[in-house]
């Protein structure tokens, strides 16, 4: 029997098993799987396929934590009609203390509400003025006034809360108070309000500080 006739009588090899000799080792199944034991690519976790999830890796870069408390008291839109449409621009008032007794005001605009807030929280961490404070509420009663403003504040006994609203209890908060009486008997506007308040605040003496105005 001829060569050529031995190779065409000879049985065909399956693709991927090379015989003895090979180092390829069995061939696919009859799916054509080629992963074989373990190839599943699907690892989701520690726990293989199927298993929990691995921790998940944060790659925001967190800033450190401010040492003031900010509240934004009220945010104005404002439009203007152009060729293109209407076009809007923020003001966003912001408060800004510590809590023990500093406190300062900001207002700050830009074309979106995240810009105009942070703005104006920076301008209100560079206006912070001082407070004189008895314990948890204020030495004395006072009524402040700005603009069409007014703004009477009593002190109150331990236990009574922040009896206020609106601007009035964003600027008490943010500076350490926590019994106070207060009534707003003016303007209705955040800002009128807000400095009025602030007005109030720079009024307060401690009975040292009007001892030694008095002698």
């Known amino acids: 029997m001829s060569e050529e006739t031995k190779k065409a009588a000879a049985p065909a090899t399956p693709a991927g098993n090379t015989g003895p000799a090979g180092n390829a080792g069995p061939g696919p199944g009859p799916g054509g799987d080629r992963r074989g034991p373990g190839g599943n690519n699907n690892r989701r976790g520690p726990g293989g396929p199927g298993g929990p999830r691995g921790p998940r890796r944060d790659n925001r870069n967190e800033g450190p934590a401010s040492e003031y408390n900010d509240k934004v008291v009220h945010i104005n839109r404002c439009s203007k009609a152009t060729k293109g449409g209407r076009r809007f621009n923020f003001a966003a008032l912001v408060v800004a203390g510590d809590g023990k007794g500093r406190v300062g005001l900001g207002y700050g605009k830009a074309k979106e509400v995240p810009d105009a807030i942070r703005k104006g929280t920076d301008r209100a961490h560079r206006a912070l003025v001082h407070v004189n404070l008895r314990s948890n509420t204020i030495p004395h009663e006072v009524i402040g006034r700005a603009d069409g403003g007014v703004v009477m504040l009593r002190p109150a006994s331990p236990g009574t809360g922040?009896?206020?609203?609106?601007?009035?209890?964003?600027?008490?908060?943010?500076?350490?108070l926590k019994d106070v009486l207060s009534k707003s008997m003016g303007s209705n506007n955040p800002q009128a309000i807000v400095k009025a308040t602030l007005d109030g605040l720079a009024q307060l003496r401690t009975l040292e500080q009007i001892k030694s105005l008095r002698a």
């Open 162 to 176: 922040l009896i206020a609203g609106g601007g009035v209890r964003a600027v008490l908060e943010v500076v350490g």
